[in-house]
C-alpha cells in the first residue's frame, strides 16, 4: 500500500520562507498525480490552497506555491506570517478514483 | 451562497450505525463529486470514499469497504455518508468536500460533523 509522506514538523521565522513536501513511500510524485494542499487551523475545516501542483485555490495569497521539487510536490510559504501556523496536508490522485492524503506537516512560525 | 450545510453531532454505540448528511446549495449538485474526510482527534485527514451526485457511483477507501455506504438525493442535493459497526476508532470528524473532477482536488469543505462512539 502506497504510503503519501509529510514532514511531521517544521519550523519558520516570520518573514522567512519554508519548503513543505509530499512524497511516496514507493516512487516519484509527478504531476499526473494532480498534488493539491491543504491548510487546517485546529478546530476549522480544511481550506484549500493550492491544486493541480502549482495553481493557487481563489484567495489564497501569492506568498504559497506550489512545485514539483525532484521527485516530491512542494508547497512553499514565502514571506512566513503568524497566521501561516497551522497543519498542512498533501493530497493525491492515485488514478481509478482513489485519493490519499499525506500524514501533513505542522508548521510552527517563531 | 456557495455551501455544503453539514448534520449535527453524533454519539454513537459501539457496533451501531451512524449517517451524516451534506447538503449542497449555490451550485449545480450533479456537475461535482462529493469525497467524504474524517479526522480522528489528533490526527490527520483520511479519504473515506467518493459519490458522483450525476449517477449515484461510488468509489470507497478499502479500509472502509464493506462498512461505508455513500448515497445521495437529488431533490433535497444532499449526500449521505452512512457508517456501519461503529467502534471507538471511529470517533472522528467526518468532513464532506466539493470534488473538483477535472483537477482532481476537493475545492469546498463542509464545516465537519462530530461522531462520538463510546459505550
Known amino acids: 500500500q502506497t504510503v503519501v509522506t509529510q514532514e511531521p514538523s517544521f519550523s519558520v521565522s516570520p518573514g522567512g520562507t519554508v519548503t513543505l513536501t509530499c512524497g511516496l513511500s514507493?516512487?516519484?510524485?509527478?504531476?499526473?498525480?494532480?498534488p493539491s494542499w491543504y491548510q487546517q487551523t485546529p478546530g476549522q475545516a480544511p481550506r484549500t490552497l493550492i491544486y493541480?501542483?502549482?495553481t493557487r485555490s481563489s484567495g489564497v495569497p501569492d506568498r504559497f506555491s506550489g512545485s514539483i521539487l525532484g521527485n516530491k510536490a512542494a508547497l512553499t510559504i514565502t514571506g512566513a506570517q503568524a497566521d501561516d501556523e497551522s497543519d498542512y496536508y498533501c493530497?493525491?490522485?492515485?488514478?481509478?478514483?482513489?485519493?490519499?492524503f499525506g500524514g501533513g506537516t505542522k508548521l510552527t512560525v517563531l | 451562497q456557495v455551501q455544503l450545510v453539514q448534520s449535527g453531532a453524533e454519539m454513537k454505540k459501539p457496533g451501531a450505525s451512524v449517517k451524516v448528511s451534506c447538503k449542497a446549495s449555490?451550485?449545480?449538485?450533479?456537475?461535482?463529486?462529493m469525497h467524504w474526510v474524517r479526522q480522528a482527534p489528533g490526527q490527520g485527514l483520511e479519504w473515506m470514499g467518493i459519490?458522483?451526485?450525476?449517477?449515484?457511483?461510488?468509489n470507497y477507501a478499502q479500509k472502509f469497504q464493506g462498512r461505508v455506504s455513500m448515497t445521495r438525493d437529488t431533490s433535497t442535493t444532499t449526500v449521505y455518508m452512512e457508517l456501519s459497526s461503529l467502534r471507538s476508532e471511529d470517533t472522528a470528524v467526518y468532513y464532506c468536500?466539493?470534488?473538483?473532477?477535472?483537477?482532481?482536488?476537493?475545492?469546498?469543505w463542509g464545516k465537519g460533523t462530530t461522531v462520538t462512539v463510546s459505550s
Open positions: 449555490g451550485y449545480t449538485f450533479i456537475s461535482y463529486y
Open positions: 493541480s501542483t502549482n
Open positions: 514507493s516512487g516519484s510524485v509527478s504531476t499526473s498525480y494532480y
Open positions: 493530497m493525491l490522485y492515485m488514478g481509478s478514483d482513489i485519493w490519499v
Open positions: 468536500a466539493r470534488g473538483d473532477w477535472i483537477h482532481y482536488y476537493m475545492d469546498l
Open positions: 459519490i458522483n451526485p450525476s449517477g449515484g457511483s461510488t
